[in-house]
Structures are given as structure tokens and as C-alpha cells.
């Protein structure tokens, strides 16, 4: 019975006159948030929905003061794409009126709630194109909603400038600075990580104490009480630093020591195997650096890596020394104290000095200028570790886009990285 009397009051609606006005309005708000408009009609053209409406003239305000009190002045046509119905693409026309206010003495256009000034598509469709992103390439969401990759990359920039252009600072405590390579030619971004969350919240042009100046201007008014900041040992990263949070404990963690270790030496041997003459000595090195370089729990001993390392040791002796005394440098971070870290580092530093290598003598000289920065990590536990992830992501990001024309729009893709998953999709 229920049921054919709902029937029936569905006939008499579908038969009325004002069934399509009413039955359209509603689909224009629930579908595309449109609302306070009145529904004029509907058409299809090329495959394309086009929906045209109209605001009452007692509905209009002006859209400097609010006013009620306007006289009509004409209107201005303008077609807004909306949310697309399945394939087809969807626009809505409408006549914006135009207004002159009596309070105010302006003849302006009225405001259209539906969409912001200046754009060809409805907050529904920005909205849409921002979910996609999370998903797809610009290029696949542009394809598939029908418009240029532009438009696309305008609402990804938009968003992204909302969001991240200027972050809060005055709950930052802990930093990482580092720089990284965005181009041939020696071209470089300096980029600024807060520790706690995980953001980044400032990119520099160039690398140096000059890409941060933007930086300390907008954190000295911030109010932010910096505590410690994790950095490489680059000397302009360190003095800028020092002047600027000079309350600041520097930190020269685990990857950036052992990382210059391993540059000098990748060096040490490329020089032994210029030297060596017995063809035997040269076969022997050949091939051994990133053997060098790995952990030693990282050989694989299916391809007899170990072997290969100790071959090639056991023929040069300066090579050997290097490497263990970098093997046992890695201990230092796993002292369990400050000062246990301290009687070790200024032992290794002796030994290295009365090794006779010369590589050995130099890496003992920079970790003696940088002594209290190595120390410092054990008054503040933190590692610059989730910055350099973080530029693997960068990198990721630059490569799957075959690079970024867009300096700026880079840079804000870079400061909302944190909410990307590592596809990088977007």
C-alpha cells in the first residue's frame, strides 16, 4: 500500500508544471553546492551539459558593502565548468548581474558564492582536480576531466600557496638544514626541515648562509625558541647558525661524517690504483669501491663480496688502516654517554694523526674543528636522518616530472611533501 502511494505522489510530481524547475534545482545544489539560484534550463551540445540559471534581482548585494539597496545596471554572461556527469563535461551559465549600490555609489558585478573571482570553474570542480591529484599525474587529470594542464597545475599552485606558502613557526625546536641539487650546473636548494613533524618549512635559492637570510627573517619575529639543529658540517650553514641562534645547540650527525669518510676514501683508492704497477694489484682493486663504502654487515656473501674486500686489503695496507678505522668510527655513535663519546672521539682522532696516511691525518684534523658538534648530538639526541629521506622524495618527485620549468611551483611542491606518499603521484 506504502508503496503505491509513493507511486502516485510521484506521477502527480513528474505531471506538474514545476517538476523540472523544482527536480533541477535540487540537482544543482546537492550535485554541485549550487544554491540560491533559480534553475532556467537545461541543454546538450556536443556531448557537453550545459545548465543555465539566474539569481532574482532581490536577492543581489553589493559586493563591496553588502548592501541591499542597488539598482540593476545589466549583467555580464559568464560559463563556469562544474563537476563532470560520468564522461560528459558539465558547464553552468549564468548572467551575473550587474549592480549600482546607493550606500557606496560602486557599480560592481554581484559575488558568485558558487566560485572564486577571476575563474572559469566552479569550487566543486577545484575541489575534484585537487582529490585526483593525490592519485594521478597533472597530464592524466587534465586528460581526464577534458581541460589544459595549465588549469591543473593553477589549482595545485593555488592550494599549495594556501597551505604552505607561509608556515607557523613559533612552534619550531629542532632543525635540519641541508642543501640539494636541483639542476646541471652546480644549481641548488637549501631546504629547512622541522624535526617534530616532518615538514618543510622554508626552501632557499642556492645553498649558503645567503639562501637563508628569507629564512631568518620570518623566524626571528616568530617568537620560535630554537634548541638544536642538525646540519652537515658546511662551514656558511654553521656560522649563519651561530649569529642568528646563537642559544642553539649544532649537531653533526652519523650520515654527514661518515658520508666525507667515505668521499676521502673513494679518493684513497682511485689514488692506490694510479700508483699500483703489478697487473695482479690492479685487478685486485678493481671494482672494490662500493665494497669500501658498504657496511660490513651488507656484503652479500653469494657474491663472495667479503672475500673480494679482504683480498684487496690484504694487498694495501694504507687501504686496510682507512677502512677499519672508519668501521670503528661509526662506533662513536653508540657511546652510552657524553663523556664516553668524548675519551673515544679524542682517542680515534690520536690514532688517525699517527697513522702516516695522509687521508687518515686530514679527516682527524676536520673532526678535531668540529669536535663540539659531534659532541652536541649527545645533549640533543637528533639527526638530520629524516631530511635526507625527505630529499630522496625530492628527487623522486623531480625525476617522475623530467624536471620542474616552474622554480616557484617546485618549491611549493616541495614544502607539501611530507603529505605525498612516496609514489608521488601528484
Excluded at 606558502?165 to 646541471?184: N, S, T
Excluded at 694487498?315 to 675519551?343: C, S
Aim: aromatic share 10%; proline share 4%.
Amino acid at each position: 500500500m506504502e508503496k503505491w502511494i509513493y507511486c502516485f505522489q510521484w506521477e502527480l510530481c513528474r505531471h506538474s508544471p514545476n517538476w523540472e524547475v523544482s527536480m533541477s534545482t535540487s540537482f544543482l545544489y546537492h550535485a554541485f553546492g549550487i544554491r540560491g539560484y533559480q534553475y532556467v534550463r537545461s541543454e546538450y551540445q556536443d556531448g557537453q551539459v550545459i545548465f543555465t540559471i539566474r539569481q532574482e534581482p532581490e536577492t543581489c548585494r553589493c559586493s563591496a558593502c553588502g548592501c541591499r539597496r542597488v539598482i540593476s545596471r545589466g549583467h555580464v554572461e559568464r560559463c563556469f565548468r562544474t563537476l563532470p556527469i560520468g564522461s560528459r563535461a558539465t558547464f553552468v551559465v549564468l548572467p551575473i548581474p550587474r549592480v549600482e549600490c546607493l550606500a557606496c555609489g560602486l557599480v560592481r558585478q554581484v559575488k558568485v558564492p558558487f566560485a572564486d573571482p577571476r575563474r572559469c570553474y566552479t569550487k566543486a570542480f577545484e575541489r575534484y582536480a585537487l582529490e585526483l591529484s593525490k592519485r594521478m599525474t597533472i597530464r592524466d587529470v587534465a586528460a581526464h576531466l577534458g581541460v589544459s594542464w595549465d588549469v591543473i597545475k593553477e589549482i595545485q599552485r593555488r592550494d599549495l600557496s594556501h597551505r604552505f606558502a607561509k608556515p607557523k613557526l613559533k612552534h619550531l625546536r629542532y632543525l635540519a638544514i641541508d642543501e640539494i641539487a636541483v639542476a646541471k650546473g652546480h644549481r641548488y636548494l637549501t631546504v629547512v626541515m622541522d624535526l617534530e613533524s616532518g615538514a618543510v618549512v622554508f626552501v632557499g635559492d642556492g645553498k649558503g648562509a645567503d639562501a637563508l637570510k628569507p629564512f631568518w627573517k620570518r623566524l626571528r619575529p616568530s617568537g620560535a625558541k630554537i634548541e638544536a639543529v642538525a646540519m652537515d658540517m658546511s662551514g656558511a650553514y654553521q656560522a649563519a647558525v651561530a649569529l642568528h641562534l646563537p642559544r642553539a645547540k649544532i649537531v653533526f650527525d652519523h650520515f654527514h661524517v661518515i658520508k666525507l669518510f667515505n668521499d676521502k676514501l673513494s679518493d684513497l683508492r682511485r689514488a692506490l690504483y694510479r700508483e699500483a704497477t703489478e697487473g695482479l694489484h690492479k685487478e685486485v682493486l678493481k671494482g672494490t669501491r662500493w665494497l669500501l663504502l658498504k657496511n660490513p654487515e651488507n656484503l652479500d656473501p653469494k657474491k663472495e663480496e667479503k672475500l673480494r674486500l679482504e683480498e684487496a686489503l690484504a694487498l694495501n695496507q694504507p687501504l686496510a688502516t682507512a677502512y677499519y678505522m672508519k668501521d670503528d668510527l661509526r662506533r662513536f655513535w653508540e657511546q652510552p654517554g657524553k663523556r664516553f663519546a668524548t675519551t673515544f672521539l679524542d682517542g680515534w682522532i690520536r690514532r688517525a694523526e699517527a697513522s702516516g696516511i695522509k687521508m687518515l691525518q686530514q679527516m682527524a684534523k676536520t673532526l678535531a674543528a668540529h669536535r663540539s658538534g659531534l659532541l652536541g648530538f649527545y645533549d640533543v639526541m637528533i639527526t638530520s636522518g629524516p631530511l635526507e629521506g625527505t630529499n630522496n622524495k625530492i628527487k623522486t618527485m623531480k625525476r617522475q616530472a623530467y624536471g620542474f620549468r616552474d622554480l616557484e611551483f617546485f618549491k611549493l611542491k616541495i614544502m607539501g611533501i611530507h603529505e605525498t606518499r612516496y609514489a608521488l603521484v601528484g
